[in-house]
T-cell receptor, first 114, second 112 residues
């Protein structure tokens, strides 16, 4: 099993450009989520999905869109990149089995918006 | 909004020393997790605590969940350079109990 994979690993965008961060998992997990990590702020939840076709907003959803057409994939779209979106983005997945679930994280995408 | 605070923010110690890091909140969580993150990688789960007062041990690491399920501590005995990393605590919340609120982390450096 590859676990959770993310592409690209690094990306530089200009303000106003759009792009999609890819995330895939091969563990048949129902629950997937996107976080951003900024210095001194820990990880903040952007969007999450509890299954194919179901998504919801997290703590910091503005400027980002998601969709979940399959169990395996959960892409994150930046509609019009802004410098405030410079961050490291992590995708995670886990089973929706209740308390004590293990979240598995991908290796992250480091995004810089100029 | 549920918030988690961690202290200290930075910690630099010599190999062989003991240390404790703390995770505190004014909110009650159904469970609390500790992760370790190394540079350029995603966080990796160390432990989950669910019951108030629960203590779990993982080799030289001891985790405790507060009686009121609002706080937790991580104690490392005889720290080694391999323990170096960012330690994050995360409390479970949300409608499904699956959304995790993360603390800002404690960055630990263990010097040989």
């Amino acid at each position: 099993n590859a676990g959770v994979t993310q592409t690209p690993k690094f990306q530089v965008l200009k303000t106003g450009q759009s792009m999609t961060l890819q995330c895939a998992q091969d563990m048949n997990h129902e629950y997937m989520s996107w976080y951003r990590q900024d210095p001194g702020m820990g990880l903040r939840l952007i969007h999450y999905s509890v299954g194919a076709g179901i998504t919801d907003q997290g703590e910091v959803p503005n400027g980002y869109n998601v969709s979940r057409s399959t169990t395996e994939d959960f892409p994150l779209r930046l509609l019009s990149a802004a410098p405030s979106q410079t961050s490291v983005y992590f995708c995670a997945s886990n089973t929706a089995g209740g308390l004590g679930d293990t979240q598995y994280f991908g290796p992250g995408t480091r995004l810089t918006v100029l | 909004t549920q918030l988690l605070e961690q202290s200290p923010q930075f910690l630099s110690i010599q190999e062989g020393e003991n240390l404790t890091v703390y995770c505190n909140s004014s909110s009650v969580f159904s469970s609390l997790q500790w992760y370790r993150q190394e540079p350029g990688e995603g966080p990796v789960l160390l432990v989950t605590v669910v019951t108030g007062g629960e203590v779990k041990k993982l080799k030289r690491l001891t985790f405790q969940f507060g009686d009121a399920r609002k706080d937790s501590s991580l104690h490392i005995t005889a720290a080694q350079p391999g323990d170096t990393g960012l330690y994050l605590c995360a409390g479970a919340g949300g409608d499904y109990g699956q959304n995790f609120v993360f603390g800002p982390g404690t960055r630990l450096s263990v010097l040989p």
